[in-house]
């Protein structure tokens, strides 16, 4: 291995630091032989797994710094569905990681296991840095299991601010979020044609969620004609109905938020997220909805990971309290279950119906390439 740009020739081994690599496996001891193999095993997966999620990071800050851009170029969308396209490689990598921590008997494991306590991978910083770039609200989360937030739990064993507690500080401060920048870019998406700033906007994306509401419901009305087929007795009959009757009324108030989920701003992201996927077709709409659509890809992944990460814990362990002093597998079944971001592209998905139901637009030329 060689660089034009430098005199001295390049080695593999100086290049990736192999050797500073090799020498970090010892965790508490002085010499990696005193430890077994067992252990040696358990600190080099987490090793990887923190590795991973230095990759994750660089790549969700530079996705959320594109869609703050306040232009963000066609052609540039094609790069930000290849970031998150490696970011769940990454989850997907980190998830098969689990098999071979899965390697690891339960007695074994215990061998070593109290040398850890106090220590918890709930206090791997880099982790939470990718919930908070993500978007993940500090009032989702979810208490560990003692009187202490998620903070001090990073606080060095004295009290005092640890590198993991200065490293999650700064990503707090190192804002928006990706969530956030995702939905500044979604806000400024022209609805039928139509940018927010013009005059009209407000009138045609009043037009186009009245229009679409009309279709949602001739579609589900469709769908209770055939359930109903199956029905044999009247009170089934009356429970479909309410049912569906339910549904068309829950998307009309998915269209109407109150000022604590962000009023006019979140009801024109949740409009712009239906209007894209509606017309994916479009020239203009393809890669925004492949964006969108890798973004899903992204939190399916990570509610994955973690739901991998409960059953490897429960498979090694049971369901003992955690080093950190934690629920343990319950703490980590509430995680995949309750730390959701992107919740209105999930919500999305119960609201879209057939092509051949969709609105015609008024001005769907808008959304066709420009000829030279």
């Not at 910083?125 to 500090?138: F, K």
């Not at 009959?237 to 701003?265: C, H, I, M, N, W």
Request: aromatic share 8%.
């Amino acid at each position: 291995m060689t660089n034009s740009t430098n005199s001295k020739a390049t080695t593999y081994w100086d290049y990736i630091k192999v050797e500073e690599l090799l020498a970090l496996q010892n965790g508490l001891a002085t010499d990696e032989d005193e430890l077994s193999n067992d252990e040696v095993l358990f600190i080099t997966v987490h090793q990887v797994f923190e590795l991973w999620f230095k990759l994750m990071l660089r790549e969700l800050r530079a996705a959320r710094d594109l869609f703050m851009s306040p232009n963000v170029a066609e052609q540039e969308l094609s790069g930000a569905a290849a970031i998150m396209h490696r970011v769940s490689t990454l989850l997907r990598r980190c998830t098969d990681h689990f098999l071979v921590m899965e390697t690891l008997p339960t007695r074994e494991y215990l061998g070593f296991r109290d040398k850890l306590m106090p220590a918890s991978g709930f206090q791997s910083a880099q982790l939470r840095e990718v919930e908070i770039i993500l978007g993940l609200e500090e009032k989702d989360r979810i208490g560990y299991g003692l009187d202490l937030s998620y903070l001090d739990a990073l606080r060095a064993a004295d009290g005092s601010p640890s590198p993991a507690l200065k490293r999650v500080e700064r990503a707090l401060d190192d804002t928006p979020t990706l969530k956030f920048a995702l939905e500044e870019w979604l806000c400024r998406t022209p609805i039928d044609g139509m940018a927010p700033d013009d005059p009209k906007a407000e009138q045609r994306l009043n037009d186009f969620l009245s229009d679409y509401l009309a279709a949602h419901s001739l579609s589900v009305d469709r769908t209770l004609e055939c359930a109903l087929l199956l029905a044999g007795k009247d009170h089934d009959r009356k429970k479909l109905t309410e049912r569906y009757a339910v549904e068309k009324d829950s998307v009309r108030k998915f269209f109407q938020p109150g000022e604590d989920e962000g009023g006019q701003r979140t009801r024109r992201v949740r409009a712009a997220i239906l209007f894209i996927e509606t017309y994916r077709e479009l020239p203009l709409l393809a890669w925004p909805r492949e964006v969108l659509d890798a973004l899903v890809e992204v939190e399916q992944l990570f509610v994955i990971f973690r739901q991998r990460h409960a059953r490897m814990v429960e498979r090694v362990i049971g369901r003992r309290t955690g080093t950190g002093g934690s629920a343990g597998v319950d703490y980590l079944d509430n995680t995949a279950l309750k730390y959701r971001i992107f919740r209105d592209l999930w919500a999305v998905r119960t609201l879209q119906i057939p092509a051949d139901l969709a609105p015609e637009l008024r001005d769907a030329g808008f959304y066709g390439f420009v000829s030279a």
